[in-house]
């Protein structure tokens, strides 16, 4: 049912291709992949891809994903289990389609599944689904968070506190909140950005509220700098902020790490606070195969791993897996570059 012959060529060159990493999961597409360790053990939450009947288009309608499964990992070198389906998209009350990057997190035995998803306006919300397992199910809230928009919830906790960050541009419609409503000026996902030489929109953060079920307070926009303590420009796509945001502190510092979308690299910035701002620095994860990146990052047992996605199995863009790969800081604090292919 799904046209693939548009893809002979990036399958040709996908076998001539070396990959740093294998695909940890290869009996269904997997992407966007948020690991974390709860109580010992490894838990990896990702998007689950599936074929589409729906055509590709520039706010990427074919990413069509209906639900979530939840895989473990005893330890950072085992095989994942896939505990199934957690969560289906016909169970959420809110929400239409378009199950996109997920994460989860753990408090007080509770484990919450925070999730985007189009509502039946084809709005990006957010929502949350709660466990008593971190396998789940989940049951998901039968509103969406109050006040939520756009897309890829990550959620970080620093000691008692719990953050949610968010936000992607174009197809995860960021660039359409702008006023704080809704506001779209056209039908195209390029509309209703800055100019080139403006700020670059940016990113959102909220701490939860102690139920984990909302924002504990109004959402704040994360501002990210230049090392000349300037806001890194609209027009800057090679380090301006895209969506696939994500959360991990190191010796006391916060580092903010995100997807540049149509340059396609993972890239970081750092802070001394969860809300910012924070610091352009560099590339952790240089281009992957496929359109998309989408990472998060975990410390295992004291050593620290990038998980990420590329299109090794299919050769199509929305069609991903989960790879996994060893991160470096360095003695300053900075993270050693990857290269996902070799050359
Ligand atoms: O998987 C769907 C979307 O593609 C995610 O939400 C984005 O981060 C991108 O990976």
Redesign the pocket.
Known sequence: SCNQSSTTEDTETAADTQFLSAPLISHMYT??PSAHVFDGKIYIYP?H?VMSEVEEDDS?AH?N?RDYHVFSMDDINSVPVDHGRVLDVDDIPWAKR?L??PDAAHKDGKYYLYF?AKDYDNIFRLGVAVSDSPTGPFTPQPEPMKGSYS??PAVFQDGNDYYIYWG?IW??QLQKWRTGEYLSTGDSPYDDEPADDEPAISPMVAKLSADMLEFGENPRPILIKDKNGDPIKAGDHERRFF??AWVHKYNNTYYFSY?TGDTHKIVYATGDSPYGPFTYQGVILNPVQGW???HSIVEVDGKWYIFY?DTELSGQTYL?NVKMTELTHNPDGTIQTIDPILS
């Open positions: 992407a966007d998007s891809d990427g990413f994903m378009q996109w990057a985007p897309i890829d992607g197809g995860g969506e696939a997807s998309t990146n989408h996605h991903r």
